[in-house]
Nanobody
Framework: QVHLVESGGGLVQAGGSLRLSCSASGSIVSSMGWYRQAPGKQRELVAI??????????RYADSVKGRFTISRDNAKSTVYLQMNSLKPEDTAVYYC??????????WGQGTQITVAS
């Protein structure tokens, strides 16, 4: 089992920045990432980062490329999402997601990001 604790989020003006953190405890995880769900929309991938040993591999949704950066600290089992140049359309509930070595998915409780125009 993996337990996730998210932090960060809140209200920011358009063009501002926020950073999300998600710490995982329990089983060893392989990939860590962030998804988001806006009202009336399906949950979508924002960014994901996979532990490649000496190199981590990151993948981003096209809508956030160049603005968001995902990173992880394996020693702390923590994944971060640095969000810059935020837009009103980034408003959503953001969920941390991790996958363990048995390919089981775990989700954080979600944190609200609101970008005011």
């Amino acid at each position: 089992q993996v337990h996730l604790v998210e932090s960060g989020g809140g209200l920011v003006q358009a063009g501002g920045s926020l950073r999300l953190s998600c710490s995982a405890s329990g089983s060893i995880v392989s990939s860590m990432g962030w998804y988001r769900q806006a009202p009336g929309k399906q949950r979508e991938l924002v960014a994901i980062i996979t532990d490649g040993g000496t190199t981590n591999y990151a993948r981003y949704a096209d809508s956030v490329k160049g603005r968001f950066t995902i990173s992880r600290d394996n020693a702390k089992s923590t994944v971060y999402l640095q969000m810059n140049s935020l837009k009103p359309e980034d408003t959503a509930v953001y969920y941390c997601n991790v996958v363990d070595l048995l390919y089981r998915n775990y989700w954080g409780q979600g944190t609200q990001i609101t970008v005011a125009s």
